[in-house]
């Protein structure tokens, strides 16, 4: 499986950003796959944001939970995360990975995608 992030690459503050990844090599709805959502700001360390099962059902990381949104397509074999009202702190690394039968436990990762809040 392979999995592919996409962003905007530069947001606002304030704005929503809004990430894809595509995954071929598998399908999303493949029993028991989690797709999550992890980001690494500069310096820090992995947080975990999200993430959607094979069955639709999501699960967020509390913290977060408030201003994120994770959806998916399975037409285009593709899942989204929105995060609303960004701040600068919101800059960093932002990665899709697939868990097999957990949310904990990640065998496949994106390359990653940049993004930066900026004015």
């Known amino acids: 499986v392979q999995l592919q992030e996409s962003a905007p690459g530069l947001v606002k503050p304030s704005q929503t950003l809004s990430l894809t990844c595509t995954v071929s090599?598998?399908?999303?709805?493949?029993?028991?796959?989690?797709w999550n959502w992890i980001r690494q700001p500069p310096g820090k360390g992995l947080e975990w944001m999200g993430a959607?099962?094979?069955?639709?059902?999501?699960y967020y990381n509390p913290s977060l939970k408030s201003r994120t949104s994770i959806s998916r397509d399975t037409s285009k074999n593709q899942f989204t995360l929105q995060l609303t009202s960004v701040t600068p702190e919101a800059a960093a690394v932002y990665y899709c990975?697939?868990?097999?039968?957990?949310?904990?436990?990640?065998?496949?990762w994106g390359q990653g995608t940049q993004v930066t809040v900026s004015s």
């Open positions: 990975a697939k868990g097999a039968g957990s949310i904990l436990l990640y065998d496949s």
């Open positions: 959607i099962a094979y069955s639709g059902s999501t």
């Open positions: 090599g598998g399908s999303i709805t493949t029993n028991n796959y989690y």
